[in-house]
């Protein structure tokens, strides 16, 4: 029944407004606000402190900053070539092969490729029966989200859409979650040919973000955007930052048919930290 309730609402909130204002809310610099906010945070989920560039968690200008926080080098050990390693700290929420175009969302709900890549829908007949992985981040996690693999940046595409949970309840609650979500789309072309990282909002998210492009979250786009390449060629090397989310979400990887082999351990349900091997590259240009 709760369950329920929670599903719902969802429904009814209005998501952006919501978002927006937890968003403002997050990147307030008032020092007691920020402050009470933090503490409230702490009190209520395990955090890592002592992994942080700065462990003092009330030195940081504002709880998004605190959220977002950039990890002391060398915490998170980058696993070495033919390994693909995990973008994020967080836990697999499924991990498998596409079934033709379809992904698995969870137990009795899955999404098309040509959904999910709104915007690149041309891209989906070249993921099509390949791999993926989606991960989610719980509040406590390390929001940065990092490259699986060395990578040079195609395109990136800003595709509008509602802000629902995107935790176990809701997976298995909302039809095709993840390509009804807010979500930015990186393509990257790699040793094995194209992948994509996609980074999904939602609710409470303040904003999704990259390295090269900033926030992306734009409220007053209605359609999917083909945003702006950097002006040089984008190169990132495997564990290098790619972008961040300012609160929570969910980074879904694709991978071309027959590029890459899921390790065994790497199962739906598992935590794995940033640069941890979760599988294995199987094919190189």
């Not at 709880?63 to 950039?70: G, L, P, S, V």
């Not at 990132?236 to 027959?258: K, Y």
Request: hydrophobic content about 45%; overall charge positive; proline content about 8%.
């Amino acid at each position: 029944m709760r369950d329920r309730a929670f599903i719902a609402m969802q429904y009814l909130l209005p998501q952006h407004t919501l978002s927006r204002l937890v968003g403002c809310a997050a990147r307030s610099t008032w020092r007691s606000w920020k402050n009470f906010l933090i503490r409230s945070f702490l009190r209520r989920f395990p955090v890592r402190m002592d992994e942080a560039i700065e462990p003092d968690p009330f030195a940081y200008p504002s709880f998004n900053a605190f959220f977002t926080r950039a990890l002391r080098p060398g915490v998170r050990p980058i696993a070495p070539p033919p390994a693909v390693v995990s973008p994020v700290d967080g836990t697999i929420s499924q991990i498998g092969p596409i079934e033709e175009d379809r992904l698995i969302q969870a137990k009795g709900h899955s999404f098309t490729l040509a959904a999910l890549l709104a915007g690149d829908s041309e891209l989906a007949p070249t993921f099509a029966g390949g791999e993926f992985a989606t991960i989610y981040l719980a509040p406590y996690n390390y929001h940065r989200i990092h490259m699986p693999l060395d990578g040079g940046l195609i395109s990136t595409t800003y595709v509008p859409g509602r802000l629902f949970s995107v935790n176990t309840v809701t997976a298995r609650a909302v039809p095709e979650l993840f390509a009804r979500n807010e979500r930015v789309s990186c393509v990257f072309a790699t040793q094995v040919g194209l992948v994509a990282v996609i980074l999904v909002g939602a609710l409470f998210v303040g904003s999704l973000s990259t390295v090269w492009a900033g926030d992306l979250a734009r409220p007053r786009r209605h359609k999917p955007t083909r945003l702006d390449a950097p002006r040089s060629p984008l190169f990132l090397p495997r564990g290098a930052e790619l972008g961040r989310f300012n609160m929570g979400s969910t980074v879904i990887v694709l991978f071309e048919p027959g590029k890459v082999k899921w390790n065994p351990a790497a199962q739906a349900g598992g935590a794995v930290q940033l640069g941890q091997g979760i599988g294995t590259l199987l094919a190189t240009r």
